[in-house]
C-alpha cells in the first residue's frame, strides 16, 4: 500500500512521531558547520512577502550566556545554563529594510510598513512560522531543541539587543540528548478535533 506522505516513515518518526523537546543534553558541542546547514535547509520555509524576519541568535559566548541566563524563569535557567548551545529566536521588527533584496517583484513592498505597530505585527507573526521551521531543522539534523518561552523578554532585548529592532520570541537550547532527556508524551488532540470542514 503507498504511504500518503511522501517522505519515508524513519524521516517522519525523525522530524515528529519520535522527536522531543529536550529538558537535558549531553555536552556534546553543537559546531558552526551543523547549524549553517540547519539554517540552509529552513530558510525556505514560507513567509508572506518572503519577508523572513527571524533572527536566530546564537549564544556561544560566556558573557552572553550570563546576560541571558539572568533573564531566564525557574527550571529554565538551569536547562540554559548547560545546554550545549542556545539560540535566542527573535524577530527583526526592521525586516523591511531587507524586502527590496527578497522580494524584488513588488519594489514598494517596503513601503507598506511605514506603520511601527503594524511592522512588528508582521514581523512576529512570520518570525513565528520561522520559529517551527527551524525546531524541524533542528530535528533533521539529528539534534533535539528544548524551545522556551519562560523569560524577561523584554530583559533579554535590553541586555543583548539594545540599539537594534530585535524582539526576543523563543529561547531554544539545542545539543544530542541525554539521557531521560524528556517527560512522558502527552495526549494529541484526534483528528476530528483539529481538523475542521466548511
Do not use: C
Not at 517522519?12 to 543534553?25: G, K
Not at 511592522?119 to 533542528?138: P, T
Amino acid at each position: 500500500m503507498t504511504s500518503p506522505l511522501a517522505i519515508p516513515a524513519d524521516v517522519q518518526d525523525l522530524l515528529f512521531r519520535e522527536a522531543r523537546t529536550a529538558n537535558a543534553f549531553t555536552d556534546e558541542p553543537v559546531g558552526d558547520e551543523q547549524m549553517a546547514a540547519i539554517y540552509d535547509l529552513v530558510k525556505f520555509g514560507p513567509t508572506a512577502m518572503n519577508s523572513q524576519p527571524l533572527r536566530i541568535v546564537l549564544v556561544r559566548s560566556d558573557d552572553a550566556r550570563a546576560k541571558l541566563l539572568k533573564h531566564m524563569s525557574g527550571s529554565n535557567r538551569d536547562k540554559t545554563e548547560s545546554a550545549p548551545l542556545v539560540a535566542i529566536l527573535a524577530a527583526d521588527t526592521n525586516f523591511h529594510e531587507t524586502l527590496p533584496q527578497v522580494f524584488p517583484i513588488f519594489p514598494g513592498a517596503k513601503d507598506l510598513f511605514a506603520d511601527d505597530t503594524a511592522r512588528e505585527h508582521a514581523a512576529r507573526f512570520n518570525a513565528g512560522l520561522q520559529v517551527g521551521y527551524f525546531i524541524v531543522g533542528v530535528r533533521a539534523a539529528g539534534l533535539a531543541a528544548g524551545p522556551m518561552t519562560g523569560f524577561d523578554a523584554t530583559g533579554i532585548d535590553e541586555d543583548l539587543f539594545g540599539g537594534t529592532g530585535l524582539k526576543t520570541m523563543v529561547v531554544v537550547n539545542i545539543g544530542h540528548p541525554a539521557e531521560n532527556a524528556w517527560f512522558d508524551r502527552l495526549p494529541r488532540l484526534d483528528e476530528d478535533q483539529a481538523v475542521l470542514s466548511l
